[in-house]
């Protein structure tokens, strides 16, 4: 991921937090668009945290 100021919208469908859930908008300073794998490494990431801390709390 580039250097930079982003703006991003994440929309979550469902509160299991899998990729068909996940919904990530990014722009970049001044409202330009981001590269497509910029934004699944958002999503990748993201979806990443979110099965760390459910092992570490026991949910999995």
């Known amino acids: 991921m580039a250097g930079g100021p982003y703006r991003a919208t994440i929309k979550v469908s469902d509160p299991a937090l899998d ?3 996940l919904k990530v908008s990014l722009q970049g300073a001044g409202g330009s668009a981001v590269a497509p794998d910029t934004v699944r490494a958002v999503e990748d990431a993201i ?14």
């Open 19 to 21: 990729a068909r859930s």
């Open 47 to 60: 979806l990443t945290r979110a099965r760390q801390l459910r092992v570490r709390d026991g949910q999995m």
